[in-house]
């Protein structure tokens, strides 16, 4: 990038340093000053019209980025609901259980009044 950058104000400045060459050159003959300058000016167009397609594509890289952000953080979201559904089972398989040996407890203690009874 900073090596673009040089070789672009490298490129400015030649471009300028010609310029003032062809005038100075050119003084006699205007016409031909004028035709060059209007290739010049075609290729600063040229120039700023790549430069607007450049900005174009990271626009739009931009945003399928940003797209891709909010596609993960909805993701992250449905695993923590996902996460929190497992833990809600967890918790009602872990009271079942509890419930059986409770119900288990209370069938030995029914054996055991029965036992004393007989």
Same mark, same amino acid.
């Given at each position: ?26 003084? !006699? ?5 004028? @035709? ?25 890289? !931009?945003?399928? &980025? ?13 695993? &923590? ?12 398989? @872990? !009271? ?13 203690? &029914?054996?055991?009044?029965?036992? !004393?009874?007989?």
């Amino acid at each position: 990038m900073f090596i673009k950058n040089i070789f672009t104000n490298s490129k400015k400045i030649f471009i300028g340093l010609v310029l003032i060459l062809i005038l100075l050159l050119g003084i !006699k003959n205007g016409y031909e000053v004028l @035709a060059y300058q209007n290739g010049i000016d075609s290729d600063i167009r040229g120039v700023e019209e790549g430069i607007e397609q450049q900005k174009e594509k990271i626009k739009k890289l !931009k945003n399928k &980025a940003e797209s891709y952000r909010e596609a993960i953080e909805e993701k992250l979201v449905e695993i &923590a609901s996902l996460e929190d559904q497992i833990s809600v089972f967890n918790n009602k398989i @872990a !009271k079942k259980e509890l419930d059986i040996k409770i119900t288990e407890e209370e069938i030995m203690q &029914a054996k055991n009044e029965i036992e !004393k009874k007989s």
